[in-house]
């Protein structure tokens, strides 16, 4: 059964930085392209990050784009989304999602078929 798991939330300082980890299990993590999205409670989820199957393709929200970095390491099943300069308006949960073969990448929460739980992240002095 196919599985992603998010980890690395927690409370973090303004102008802090984190790295948020999605673990995929039950399935071929380089089959699947992969993004990032975040939610905040009784508003819109919003993209984040996206990534390509072989990584080649990264594309970036307006909100995140000089601040966050995405990688992915295929021979641990893992995809990154590293944060810097953190504000607190960017807290929200954050969500992994994947797709299988899907060419290129999306920040369209509508492409994806198989989402994690959500890891949550607060930005706060």
């Known amino acids: 059964q196919l599985h992603l798991v998010e980890s690395g939330g927690g409370l973090v300082q303004p102008g802090g930085s984190l790295r948020l980890s999605c673990a995929a299990s039950?399935?071929?993590?380089?089959?699947?392209?992969i993004g990032w999205f975040r939610q905040v409670p009784g508003k819109e989820r919003e993209e984040v990050s996206c990534?390509?199957?072989?990584?080649?393709?990264?594309k970036y929200s307006d909100s995140v784009k000089g601040r966050a970095t995405i990688s992915r390491d295929n021979a641990k099943a893992t995809v990154y989304l590293e944060m810097n300069t953190l504000k607190p308006e960017d807290t929200a949960d954050y969500y992994c999602?994947?797709?299988?073969?899907?060419?290129?990448?999306?920040?369209?929460?509508?492409?994806?078929?198989?989402w994690g739980q959500g890891t949550q992240v607060t930005v706060s002095s």
């Open positions: 999602a994947s797709e299988p073969l899907y060419e290129s990448c999306s920040m369209s929460h509508q492409i994806y078929t198989y």
């Open positions: 039950g399935f071929t993590l380089n089959d699947h392209a």
């Open positions: 990534i390509s199957r072989n990584g080649a393709i990264t």
